[in-house]
């Protein structure tokens, strides 16, 4: 948790106690499957079960638009039965969609699928930033986020090559019969190991009966609360634009570089490759870095680097420029992320975080539709500099929206900090 000014910086114990652990080796192994199989989907559907390139496109779309639609059901149903409890069925689902994947072959039954594995994937996303936020101090709870963040890069650099050489992914259907097994071997973990939350001073008499007899709010009452919560309203906005800005990567670059360039394809390859490695190694480092600078300082500097990182490889005319410029894009991401995940845990509300955290991701998925939707409808209109230097404008709106989100959560933790001397007066 960002410190707020003359605030006395206290010594925490080590976040990587058992418990957390536990969570962010489900984490990985839930991105390790999700990459050992999502990469090959559109593959599998065309050269395997023969469907066509838009049905294809369909199913795959399909998945982060459930995710965006319903997430925030999948948030609330978390908060309302137990994150732990909604964590692992949604994990235990999502494994036998994957096992589905591997023996249906009708676009219904696969389109059903998709579905559903959307929302399962959206609320195991919130479920695992919502169990590391109750089990850590709110001092560490942003560096807590941002190993998910790491191993969710692990996750992309390991996960293709392993399903590409030992699973014939794209080919065969060996890779969603594995993914499915470790899917729900880790829900069973979860449910079976994962212990209790850092517990709070529990009241006494009159206030434990009066808490024991509140029911849960109904969902329109959470709906109505997120949207009174500016701090959150501030951070869902930020989200949506940074995300549209970094999806090009995966939207328009590929296309970009494939029309470019003899061997594009094979070019764009090690550009994924460069933007993993340089999350992976140097995420501790500028994270330690960057531990007690500014978070609007940094955030808005990573951002901007990332902007114009893209800018710099859409106007270059050769493979080493784009390099160059995917470079800073890395930098800017690794620079900016554990930032954004300060940002994020500081914006949910502390009594609903699940689905709190589901209604940031659904900004994500959002952002991630919105940018595959638009980004490549402008290429045919737009050359590559232009284009990337019209995206640089989400990376000032992005900035924008975190300067007002941090603002407001600023506002919010003086005004906490207040009522709680009042309270103890």
Known sequence: MAQLEGHVIRKTPSVLKPSVLLILTAAFVTSLSTYMAQPFFILYYHHALHFSS???????????????????????????????????????????????????????????LSAVLGLCMATTRS??????????????????????????NLSIIVGPPVAALLLGAGAKANVFVVSSILMVVMS???????????????????EASATKNVRPPSFLQSMSMLQANRRLRWTFFALFFYIMLEVQLTSTVPLYMSEKFTEGSKFY???????????????????????????????????????????????????IGWYIGICFYGLGEVTAMPKINEVMVDAVDKEQPATSFAALNTSLFLGMFAGYAIGP????????????????????????????ARRAIVVSQSVSLEVEGHSNV
């Open 54 to 112: 838009l049905e294809a496109g369909v199913l795959i779309a399909i998945m982060p638009l459930c995710g965006a639609l319903f997430g925030v059901v999948g948030g609330y149903v978390s908060d309302f039965i137990g994150i732990r409890k909604a964590y692992a069925s949604a994990l235990l689902l999502s494994g036998f969609c994957m096992a589905g994947f591997a023996f249906f072959r009708s676009f219904f039954e696969l389109f059903i």
């Open 127 to 152: 479920g695992a930033q919502a169990l590391l936020k109750g089990r850590v101090s709110e001092e560490q709870a942003g560096t807590a986020q941002t190993y998910l963040y790491w191993l969710n």
């Open 188 to 206: 069973l973990c979860v449910l079976l190991l994962l212990d209790s939350p850092l517990k709070t001073q529990k009241p006494s008499g009159s």
């Open 269 to 319: 390859g090690f550009i994924n490759t460069e933007v993993a490695a340089i999350a992976l190694f140097l995420t501790p480092i500028l994270a330690r870095i960057t531990k007690k600078k500014s978070v609007l300082g940094v955030l808005s500097t990573g951002i901007l680097v990332l902007g114009i990182g893209l800018v710099v490889a859409g106007f270059s005319g050769s493979v």
């Open 377 to 404: 409808s402008l290429i045919a209109q737009m050359s590559s500099g232009w284009l990337y230097t019209g995206a640089l404008a989400l990376a000032v709106l992005s900035v924008i929206c975190f300067i007002n």
